[in-house]
């Protein structure tokens, strides 16, 4: 199996440095003020599991996770100023929302809208309709609600994150086997861009993405390694990202590259442990160091560190109480959902 991902690595080093390179479009520079320090959302049945703070309107989007809806946030009124929801998908027990992600370029929202059978049945019924949305918060509008799984054909299922490229096509992870999706810029095409192979729905594969410019970072839950991909590339290979001192990852989910560190420093969310740092100087990618884990405080173990992400100035983890007996609707019935700040940490680790 080394042998095999050594040579695989290889190539894929080879492919990617072929490629042209392109310029890429500017993203514009936050005008947000200053925002830092823990902070806890009041609203009932919640339950975020992926966060994106829109740079622009300075408003923290949550994908909630058993509601299906996006919790819109104002972290500097500490209130919840709208709940996005969807027909036929928002309070359906089918369907999850996680994967929530800006595209700082031109202000528009992706939302991913998972079967939620892919998850309870740790992909053995990966046999649900998975959707990407396209919201405008210019016009409180949806610019397109795509079918994945008509371009799966059900053979891969589990999508939970989702990234941007400069040209603003959109790419949807699913972890029931490892896939990428690619949506082009008007939603009329979708492309399977990366697939695992042998397609065995059982297999978990890669878990969240993070990007800069054309560079594609991923989590990969069945190596435990993190893997980098050119979005310039017709099809995704990926390349196993070596690690200094060497590094499993353990039940990753989503990922981020901080704008706070202009794309050096990669944090992963591991579910049961907190945030794993890893840092790579030059912000290719092409190597990295693992600087150490920040954990968190979960007494009686029911919280889940499942995305980390930066919200004005500082760095916070998203944890979710799994586990919440089930009350009336499609959620549990938590109504404060704390955020720590662990920007200090995160420096610390950096010096």
Request: net charge negative; aromatic share 10%; with cysteine.
């Amino acid at each position: 199996m080394k042998a095999t991902l050594a040579l695989f690595t290889a190539i894929a080093v080879k492919a990617i440095s072929a490629l042209p390179q392109t310029t890429t479009t500017p993203i514009p520079k936050s005008h947000c003020p200053p925002f830092s320090g823990n902070f806890t959302i009041d609203q009932y049945q919640l339950y975020p599991e992926n966060l994106d703070f829109d740079t622009d309107n300075c408003l923290l989007y949550l994908g909630c996770l058993w509601n299906a809806t996006v919790g819109v946030y104002d972290p500097y009124a500490n209130k919840i100023i709208e709940i996005l929801q969807f027909p036929g998908i928002s309070h359906n027990p089918n369907f999850h929302i996680g994967g929530v992600a800006v595209d700082e370029r031109n202000g528009l929202l992706s939302i991913v809208v998972d079967a939620g059978d892919a998850f309870n049945s740790f992909g053995a019924n990966i046999t649900g309709t998975n959707y990407i949305l396209q919201w405008d918060p210019s016009a409180h509008a949806l610019t397109y609600k795509i079918n994945l799984t008509q371009t799966t054909q059900g053979k891969y299922g589990g999508y939970q994150d989702v990234q941007q490229d400069p040209d603003d096509n959109v790419y949807v992870v699913g972890t029931y086997p490892g896939s990428i999706l690619k949506v082009s810029c008007d939603g009329k095409r979708v492309t399977p861009w990366y697939e695992a192979l042998p397609d065995i729905s059982t297999d978990t594969g890669l878990t969240g993405l993070a990007s800069k410019d054309w560079m594609l970072l991923a989590s990969d839950f069945g190596s435990g390694q993190l893997w980098k991909f050119d979005m310039q590339a017709a099809k995704g290979v990926p390349y196993i990202i070596p690690t200094t001192p060497p590094q499993n990852l353990s039940l990753p989910d989503a990922i981020s590259l901080p704008n706070r560190y202009s794309g050096t420093v990669l944090l992963v969310a591991e579910d049961l442990a907190g945030v794993k740092v890893f840092r790579s100087k030059d912000g290719l990618w092409d190597a990295a160091e693992y600087l150490g884990l920040i954990t968190y405080n979960n007494p009686n173990g029911s919280l889940l560190c499942t995305a980390v992400k930066q919200i004005g100035s500082a760095i916070y983890m998203n944890l979710i109480p799994f586990g919440d007996s089930a009350v009336p609707g499609t959620a549990g019935p938590a109504s404060q959902f704390f955020y720590p700040d662990i920007t200090a940490q995160v420096d610390a680790l950096l010096t």
